[in-house]
């Protein structure tokens, strides 16, 4: 019997998702208007902090 679902066990919302890889991507190259102006600008999601 198949206790979970091949929804549930694929990677895509793990860490190999698109959400996690544009977080790796943005803290690689932050955007700053005056020391990186070609950077990533990160807009998917406020953080609480």
């Known amino acids: 019997m198949k ?3 091949t929804k549930a066990t694929c990677n895509s919302h793990g860490q ?3 959400y996690f890889l544009g977080w790796e991507a943005y803290e690689k ?3 700053d208007e005056t020391s990186n102006p070609n950077g ?3 807009m998917g999601l406020a953080e609480n902090q």
């Open 3 to 5: 206790m979970l679902s």
């Open 16 to 18: 190999d998702s698109s």
């Open 29 to 31: 190259n932050p955007f």
């Open 40 to 42: 990533i600008i990160q």
